[in-house]
C-alpha cells in the first residue's frame, strides 16, 4: 500500500470518529454513561474480531 492511500484512509477515519463523535454528543450523556456505551461497544467489536479470527483460523 503507498504512502497515498494510507493517508486517504487516514483522513477518512478522522472523518468517521468526527461523525460518531458527534452523533453520541447529540444525546447529551454524561460522562460515565457514554464511557460504558463506548466500552459496550469495544467489547462487541473486539469479540466479533476474535470470533472471526477463530473460524479462519488464524
Avoid: H, P
Avoid at 461497544?41 to 466479533?48: D, H, Q, T
Wanted: without cysteine; proline residues 0%.
Amino acid at each position: 500500500m503507498n504512502s497515498e492511500t494510507q493517508w486517504v484512509q487516514i483522513i477518512a477515519l478522522l472523518g468517521w470518529l468526527i461523525l460518531v463523535g458527534g452523533a453520541l454528543a447529540s444525546y447529551k450523556l454524561s460522562w460515565g454513561k457514554a464511557a460504558k456505551l463506548a466500552l459496550t461497544w469495544l467489547a462487541i467489536f473486539v469479540g466479533v474480531f476474535v470470533l472471526f479470527d477463530l473460524v479462519r483460523g488464524g
